[in-house]
């Protein structure tokens, strides 16, 4: 009956949730990794289908990408469908069972390449939106009409457009958006936006954007250099008529805040927190609905200890669980990690092991990595599919440039920015790597040449040794250094690694590289030799 009397007064209101950046529901670092954290899945789904109870069709749900990429059954399954060409994914199961309303493809859905995106989004439950992902040759979105409308009870006209980062060819392989463009956030906005309003007769206008803000909401000040990585600032001050505007890709929490009169959220990563946007409407004379005010909150999302997983997600678990566990080689050396942050100030061997994979499958004698986890726990005496996901989250593949010395040495000096002293002299993370999320994935180790990084000197002056087989390495001397894609790509200001030509690029992930390489030997001994040191400052414990 709510909703007759909502229809005789002339105010209403209307409710919009989102989630972003669900990854699978990857298990939070502080959680020992599982499959996926089904119980928040189901926490998230109970909190959504009563919100849908309540508000019948005055509820929309949008999920806001980034959901197919991540965890252990994300990945997987996202393989499976890639290889086999058919199949069901988890994730498409749930966003069935809590009836989402419409999915906006996020940069990460695209890491298993175009053929499986199409047969993932063609066997979705909902509508994929994103205006700003074109056929290169025709101009047209991709994924078919990039907006859904839908009409409440009470008459209200609800638009939603989705949005997605338009940086992602620069962290991409090409292989998997062969054929695609990435416009401008900002741009396809322009053209829809009034389209919306004027020829559809949208009341209420929602942008669903997987991309983030890229300056302070606050006080306006840009956070990051300008790029179309993300454009939340600029959607809502140049393009007119956006009620609210749903972000993500960042991994923030952002609640109650409205930019140019435009309400914002961001809800965080992983289905920690349920994202809600509330507007409230008053209906003219001439019966058209309009929007009074918006504003957002974030709800935070609690798992119960005795929930138990749905009976769809059962076999999925099954079948992977099988496939995590199958013993794939032996340590003899003790390669556990105790602490992140000593192992990359003095070498690890479990860093040199995985370098050392890089390089026997690229065919180079130079290779870097980051230690991708601030929580990842090494390798046991035995290893299997379990400890390497564990370890390296991502689906990143392997790539071959061509550096030279002084190349070299720029990529040295921006993973010396990593560290900062503190006033006890004690070598610590610098802050900008701890917010607003902890990105140690951008501080690389290397085999094959040898350095010394001294902290204690300014940023940029820090590399006080660096050697290639025993001589100063000269700065037009060019090695073949393999390191993952998004390395190569120049993420996390390697600009330089842009410059450099690309030798070799390969399709295979770096975890598949790690399996392979553990199931070629009955029992791994790794002697460690120590290339590198951090110095000028205590280890901070
Ligand atoms: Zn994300």
New binding site residues.
């Given amino acids: 009956m709510k909703v007759l009397q909502m229809t005789s007064s002339n105010s209403a209101t209307f409710t919009i949730l989102t989630t972003s950046?669900i990854?699978g529901f990857r298990c939070p670092p502080d959680r020992s990794p599982s499959l996926c954290d089904w119980k928040r899945m189901c926490a998230l789904t109970s909190l959504i289908l009563d919100k849908k109870r309540q508000h019948g069709s005055s509820l929309l749900w949008i999920d806001n990408g980034?959901l197919y990429q991540g965890s252990p059954i994300s990945d997987y399954f996202m393989k499976q469908i890639r290889d086999r060409k058919t199949g069901t994914h988890p994730m498409t199961q749930w966003l069935a069972a809590a009836g989402c309303d419409a999915f906006v493809p996020?940069n990460?859905e695209f890491n298993f390449g175009r053929g499986a995106i199409q047969l993932v989004s063609a066997g979705a439950p909902c509508p994929w939106l994103s205006a700003n992902i074109v056929v290169r040759e025709t101009l047209e979105p991709f994924f078919g009409k990039p907006y859904r409308i839908w009409t409440s009870k009470a008459g209200i006209r609800v638009a939603v457009l989705g949005l997605t980062t338009a940086y992602i060819p620069h962290w991409e392989l090409p292989g998997h958006i062969e054929g695609l463009a990435f416009l401008p956030a900002v741009e396809a906005a322009r053209k829809w936006v009034p389209y919306l309003r004027e020829k559809q007769g949208a009341d209420i206008v929602i942008v669903s954007y997987h991309g983030g803000l890229e300056s302070d909401p606050a006080t306006g000040e840009s956070t990051e250099p300008c790029t179309v990585e993300n454009e939340g600032c600029r959607l809502c001050t140049e393009v007119n008529g956006i009620d609210v505007l749903l972000t993500?890709?960042q991994?923030r929490r952002i609640e109650g805040q409205a930019i140019n009169g435009t309400a914002i959220v961001q809800p965080s990563?992983y289905g920690s927190y349920l994202g809600e946007a509330q507007l409230m409407l008053a209906r003219s004379d001439d019966g058209r609905w309009t929007v009074q005010g918006a504003y957002t909150r974030l709800i935070p999302v609690t798992a119960a200890d005795d929930s138990e997983a749905p009976e769809w997600l059962k076999p999925h678990m099954e079948e992977l669980n099988q496939w995590m566990d199958r013993p794939l080689g032996h340590m003899a050396t003790n390669m556990l990690i105790a602490n992140a942050h000593e192992a990359r100030i003095s070498k690890h061997p479990f860093i040199q092991w995985l370098n050392e994979v890089q390089m026997n499958a690229a065919g180079t004698s130079v290779a870097l990595t980051a230690l991708m986890d601030n929580h990842a726990p090494g390798f046991g005496s035995m290893v299997t599919m379990r400890d390497i996901a564990a370890n390296y989250p991502y689906p990143n593949t392997l790539t071959v440039l061509k550096l030279n010395g002084h190349q070299v040495k720029l990529a040295l000096e921006e993973t010396a920015k990593y560290f900062a002293l503190d006033d006890k002299g004690q070598i610590i993370v610098h802050p900008a790597y701890l917010s607003p999320k902890p990105q140690p994935f951008h501080y690389d180790m290397w085999e094959g040449i040898e350095y010394t990084l001294d902290i204690s000197r300014p940023p940029g002056e820090r590399v006080t040794r660096l050697l290639f087989d025993g001589a100063p390495l000269t700065t037009d001397q060019v090695l073949e250094v393999a390191m993952n894609h998004y390395r190569a790509s120049g993420s996390g200001g390697y600009a330089m690694m842009l410059e450099a030509p690309i030798a070799r690029q390969y399709s295979v992930e770096i975890t598949d590289l790690m399996a392979e390489a553990l199931l070629s030997k009955d029992v791994w001994h790794v002697e460690l030799h120590v290339n590198w040191h951090v110095t000028g400052g205590s280890i901070s414990r």
């Fill in positions: 950046d990854h980034d996020g990460h993500g890709h991994h990563v």
